[in-house]
Nanobody, 125 residues
Framework: VQLQASGGGLVQAGDSLRVSCAAS????????MGWFRQAPGKEREFVAA????????YYADSVKGRFTISKDNAKNTVYLQMNSLKSEDTAVYYC???????????????????WGQGTLVTVSS
């Protein structure tokens, strides 16, 4: 099972960026997915999660209203659209897959079991 994140880069404050996470080795269409991030010198923190169907989403307060998580089950891919980026959004962004199928409601405590390598997002001020 592999989760491959991509799309990171260097942007300026106020810009937008979309990062993607493609799954291979198994289908994640029936699994909730999440995004986490880890800034230099800090612990990894929850960013956003989406239910298996995409109907339910949950966001950290720090990104609510600026970030949007979505998933394309046909492409086995989850996305994180990031708008109005701030310097404090600078981090390595990781995607994660739920430990169980068919979860309809997600929170920051959803037990993610599968992890991909990260993609670096750097926001210059």
């Amino acid at each position: 099972v592999q989760l491959q994140a991509s799309g990171g880069g260097l942007v300026q404050a106020g810009d937008s960026l979309r990062v993607s996470c493609a799954a291979s080795g198994r289908t994640f269409s029936s699994y909730a997915m999440g995004w986490f991030r880890q800034a230099p010198g800090k612990e990894r923190e929850f960013v956003a999660a989406i239910s298996w169907s995409g109907v339910s989403t949950y966001y950290a307060d720090s990104v609510k209203g600026r970030f949007t998580i979505s998933k394309d089950n046909a492409k086995n891919t989850v996305y994180l659209q990031m708008n109005s980026l701030k310097s404090e959004d600078t981090a390595v962004y990781y995607c994660a897959g739920d430990s169980s199928e068919w979860r309809r409601v997600v929170t920051a405590s959803t037990p993610f079991e599968y992890w991909g390598q990260g993609t670096l997002v750097t926001v210059s001020s």
